[in-house]
């Protein structure tokens, strides 16, 4: 499975962006999917995942502010973000593994390349 990731930009505080993650491959659907974002001198940090049934948990962070989706039909990992605040600054990757336990351990089999959030205060 190949990842690209998509959507970062440059966003005021209380904005809101939508990430996506175009995926190759015919397995798509059967991956557990997750964002995760990495601040500058900070350690990465799983923000959102959600099963090939559609599943999801987030991060405390994250809860009630970002929504994370999939469409298995064409392929696509979506990650919604509102109310964005300048602490939400990081890159941010798509990755897939097999379960939910292989995200949260930070093992996931493939990984997408970073987009860049840059939340401005």
């Known amino acids: 499975v190949q990842l690209q990731a998509s959507g970062g930009g440059l966003v005021q505080a209380g904005g809101s962006l939508r990430l996506s993650c175009a995926a190759s491959?015919?397995?798509?659907?059967?991956?557990?999917m997750g964002w995760y974002r990495q601040a500058p001198g900070k350690e990465r940090e799983l923000v959102a995942v959600?099963?090939?049934?559609?599943?999801?948990d987030y991060a405390d962070s994250a809860k009630g502010r970002f929504t994370i989706s999939r469409d298995n039909a064409k392929n696509t990992l979506s990650l919604k973000m509102d109310s964005l605040k300048p602490e939400d600054t990081a890159v941010y990757y798509c990755?897939?593994?097999?379960?939910?336990?292989?995200?949260?351990?930070?093992?996931?089999?493939?990984w997408g390349q970073g987009t860049q959030v840059t939340v401005s205060s």
């Open positions: 959600i099963s090939s049934g559609g599943s999801t």
């Open positions: 990755a897939a593994g097999t379960n939910f336990f292989s995200l949260r351990l930070g093992r996931p089999d493939y």
């Open positions: 491959g015919r397995t798509f659907g059967s991956y557990t």
